[in-house]
C-alpha cells in the first residue's frame, strides 16, 4: 500500500474521512497512514488521529520563518518515507523547498474552484456572493497557491444555504467522499491524464532529475 503523509492544522474532518477510508473503505489496501502531522501542536485533530491508532508528529511553525521550518518538516516527513503528502486543512502555504521534495505528490483539497478562487476562507466567498453552487476541488500542489493541476471537482448545490454554516455543512460533506475517492482512483492508476499534470503520478516511475 501508499505510504500517506496526512497533514492538518485544526479540527481534522477531512484526517477522519481518509483514515476511515484506509480502516474500512475506499482507500483498504490501497493505502496506509504513515503519520499524521500537524504545524500546530494543540490541533485537534492530532488527539483525533491518536484516537484512531495513527502515528502523529508535530513541529510548532508559530514565529518559525517559512523555509527554515518547512525543511525541517521535509526532514521529519521523509523519517516516515511517504510516498503522497495528503494536505487536510493544513493552513501553511508550503515553500518551493518543500514542493521539490515531494514534487508530483502532494495532494490538496480546497473548498472552491481554484480556478474561481484561492487561499483562505472559500466558504465564506461562496456565502458572500450568494453563489448557486461552489465546486471541491482536489489537486496536485505546484509552487503557486492553489494553482497545481486539478484531479477532481465535485459540484455543492447552494440554493437555499441561508447560513454559513450551511454551506460549510454541504460543502464538507462533499469534502469527505471525494478526497477519498480521488486518492483512490489516482493510487489505481484510474485517473484520466489531465493536461498539465506531471508524469511522475506513476509512483512506479521517479520522477526525472534534471541533470
Ligand atoms: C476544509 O474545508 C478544507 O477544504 C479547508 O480547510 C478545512 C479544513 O477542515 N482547506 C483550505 O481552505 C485550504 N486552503 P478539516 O480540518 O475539518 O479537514
Redesign the pocket.
Known sequence: PARLAIL????????VALVQAVQRGGLHGLAEVAVVFSNKPDAP?LDTAMALGCPIDCLDSQGRKRAEYDAEVVSILTGYVPDYIV???Y?RVLSPTFVRAFAGRIL????ADTHLHQ??H??EWAFNNRLPETKITVHLVDEGL?TGPVLAQQSVDLRGADTLAEV?RR??AV?HQLYAETLARLLRGDLPTLAGAPAALDSTTPPQRPD
Open positions: 492538518l492544522s485544526g479540527r481534522g474532518s477531512n484526517m485533530g494536505l487536510a486543512g493552513m490538496n483539497i480546497h473548498p487561499g483562505l472559500a466558504y492553489d460549510e460543502g464538507l469534502e
